[in-house]
């Protein structure tokens, strides 16, 4: 996959920048860790993006899935094909509820700072006011990749993830290696995000409509509620894990389980890219077919790459964890070997087609399902087995799920497993992968 800007379509725009976005906090990580900051501070900085990431990634998520899919096919604005050049009122109304949604949410963190508690912290939690800072203005600045992937500007898209993420790069790492506190890394980052904003200012002037449309906004609203609530049930797994940590483990295991529990960064991000692109897709009824033959290939493409990779880490984990990190993050290691299992959900496609063809509602009480399994697992299996035990959990419980919407395609939608997901390839990869692990795990291997 290509990084220059030529010859990058919305898929791999998307796909890449979501690569990027993860390595660029990977870096701040490993940085973080071999200039010496303690535990303790690095657990802070991660409770911090933690929080703002707890109380914003379900909102954004179904409100940017909701926009997308009814692009070009909104009741209000009517089933049309854009034409080059005319603006577009969706993206101002989008815009217009992303602010809202996250001044809301910053005033409820402020609200309750007084009776909120974390890791011992009771009240005034450390950087607290910083991290609503980041949140009311990370929030609606997530538009603006997905703003550039509509209007076929990908090349545009990966532009804006260099400037912006070396941005991030110098604004976390340069205060503590010059020696200040981690405070004033989370404070490079609000000012990044506040060039974002910036950013996303000239899109709204350059390719929306300045018009509210309170038709449209209550139609998005409408669909999304049920995708909120599946991406906060569903999407909530790496939270409810980090909260479960969190009641048996103090700052420092946190911090131990945060750096293991990263999964493979690429499958995330690749999968995540090509859910996102795909779902504006699935407006023509008639096309139908052809979007699953697309989705069958691109998904058997990024099979192709991972799974192998996937294989080799697994073999490597732990030294690379010894090398990449200091020998304090050894046990991070066993927690990042069983995230990376999470490929055999994260490849699989079925919940696109259900957002595809707005089967919302069903998505969520499958999401329920899931984080239910989730926490009785978790909660069950952290007694027995640590911190590795929430890991596995998760990972279960995103098998499960899919297995779940695989079967409500096939049974109640007419769609066979077979026209979205390369089978046999699937078979042959996860059998690979299992086996590796078990070798490994019955130290058969021994790396």
């Known amino acids: 996959m290509s990084l220059l800007k030529k010859d990058i379509n919305s898929v791999a725009g998307l ?75 969706e993206i101002f109304n989008i815009y217009i509820l992303l602010v809202f949604f996250s001044i809301i949410v910053a005033g409820i963190g402020l609200a309750v700072q007084g009776n909120f508690s974390v890791f011992g912290y009771k009240g005034n939690v450390p950087l607290l006011n910083i991290t609503l800072w980041y949140l009311l203005l990370s929030s609606p600045a997530n538009l603006v990749e997905y703003i550039y992937m509509i209007q076929n500007k990908s090349g545009n898209t990966l532009s804006y993830a260099y400037i912006t993420y070396t941005l991030q790069l110098i604004a976390a790492i340069l205060p503590v290696v010059l020696g200040f506190d981690v405070i004033w890394s989370l404070r490079g980052l609000v000012i990044v995000a506040a060039i974002r904003n910036i950013w996303l200012a000239t899109l709204i002037y350059n390719y929306a409509e300045i018009k509210i449309s309170i038709p449209y906004i209550r139609e998005i609203l409408i669909f999304s509620v049920p995708l909120i609530v599946s991406a906060l049930v569903s999407g909530s797994s790496q939270y409810i894990d980090g909260l479960v940590i969190s009641t048996h483990y103090n700052a420092d295991g946190f911090a131990i389980f945060r750096y293991g529990a990263k999964e493979l960064p690429f499958v995330v991000m690749l999968a995540s890219g090509l859910s996102s692109a795909m779902l504006t897709e699935f407006n023509n009824a008639t096309e139908i077919k052809e979007t699953l033959t697309v989705l069958k290939k691109k ?113 109640k939608l007419g769609i066979h497993p077979e026209e979205y997901i390369p089978l046999r390839w699937y078979a042959f990869y996860s059998f690979m992968l299992g086996l590796t692990f078990v070798l490994l795990d019955r130290r058969i291997i021994v790396i």
């Open 15 to 89: 796909q890449i920048f979501n690569i990027l976005r993860f390595v660029t906090f990977l870096i701040i990580s490993i940085v973080f860790t071999k200039i010496g900051l303690s535990k303790e501070e690095i657990g802070i900085f991660e409770i911090s993006i933690f929080m703002a990431s707890v109380a914003s990634f379900f909102w954004v998520t179904g409100l940017i899935q909701s926009f997308l899919s009814l692009y070009k096919s909104s009741k209000t604005f009517g089933n049309i094909e854009k034409i080059e050049g005319q603006k577009s009122p």
């Open 299 to 411: 998904s058997l493409r990024i099979m192709h790459m991972m799974y192998p990779f996937t294989i080799v880490m697994l073999l490597f984990a732990k030294p690379i964890f010894k090398t990449i990190f200091s020998p304090e993050f050894t046990r991070s290691s066993d927690v990042f070997v069983i995230y990376l299992l999470a490929i055999l959900s994260r490849l699989l496609f079925p919940h696109t087609i259900l957002i595809g063809l707005k089967k919302a509602k069903t998505l969520m009480i499958i999401s329920f399902v899931e984080v239910v399994l989730n926490v009785v697992l978790s909660v069950t299996l952290v007694k027995v087995y640590g911190v590795v035990g929430v890991a596995l959990a998760t990972v279960v419980a995103y098998l499960l799920s899919k297995a779940i919407m695989i079967a409500y395609n096939y049974y």
